[in-house]
């Protein structure tokens, strides 16, 4: 039979008063603490599940050549620096003489290797560059969240803007690229899911 908070307190208080004010106190400062980590554990907590789910997709080429450290994209499986020397640019969009609008257009180019192309092809802005090479998937996560670093957007925008043109592109790269690995609705269902669910975060 499971002892309750206050009569573990009384009974210990009927030994040592000043050593059961200090665990008591100790109890019910940890124990919210305790409850909200177990809230973020990817074991029972959907919303963190869901984020874990996305994973694959945010880590893949196609969505890491645009999210990579430094002020350049990326192009390949391989991630090698984009070539011609291509940079971001304050709004993200390249710089004078070397726009990405340059080369990549609404849709595809036909060929091999041929530029790709999605409506409003871009990078992110120099001011929120959205970077998470290197981060774990709990930092990836309050990376998202963060308004003050993702373009101050909501859950439901960050959501909004996986559903675009240009983030679904990468199910449909063009020839001698490979999509990412999640089916496209299965990881809009994840990003939903996320989403409704609070955001909760992996705890690593």
């Known amino acids: ?56 997709v945010l880590r893949h080429p196609r969505c890491m050549n645009c999210h990579s450290r430094g002020d350049y994209p990326r192009e390949g499986d391989d991630r090698h620096q984009h070539t011609m020397n291509v ?18 257009h609404d849709v595809n180019a ?8 999605a409506p409003g092809w871009h990078l992110p802005p120099s001011d929120n560059p959205l970077v998470w090479e290197g981060l774990s998937d709990r930092e990836l996560c309050e990376l998202f969240k963060d308004r003050s670093k993702n373009g101050e957007r909501s859950l439901e925008q960050i959501v909004e803007h996986m559903r675009t043109p240009l983030v679904l592109w990468g199910w449909t790269p063009g020839e001698g690229r ?15 899911r996320w989403a409704a669910e609070g955001g909760g975060c992996p705890l690593k």
């Open 1 to 56: 039979m499971r002892m309750s908070r206050k009569r573990f307190c009384f009974i210990l208080g009927r030994h040592s008063r000043p050593l059961a004010i200090f665990l008591c106190s100790l109890i019910f400062w940890l124990l919210p603490q305790f409850v909200s980590a177990q809230a973020n554990t990817t074991g029972g907590d959907t919303a963190s599940q869901a984020f874990k789910a996305m994973i694959p």
């Open 110 to 117: 036909p060929g091999v290797h041929a530029p790709p192309g």
């Open 178 to 192: 490979n999509p990412v690995p999640v089916a496209k609705n299965e990881f809009l269902a994840d990003a939903q």
């Open 87 to 104: 940079r971001r640019g304050p709004s993200g969009n390249g710089i004078a003489g070397v726009k990405c609008s340059s080369c990549h």
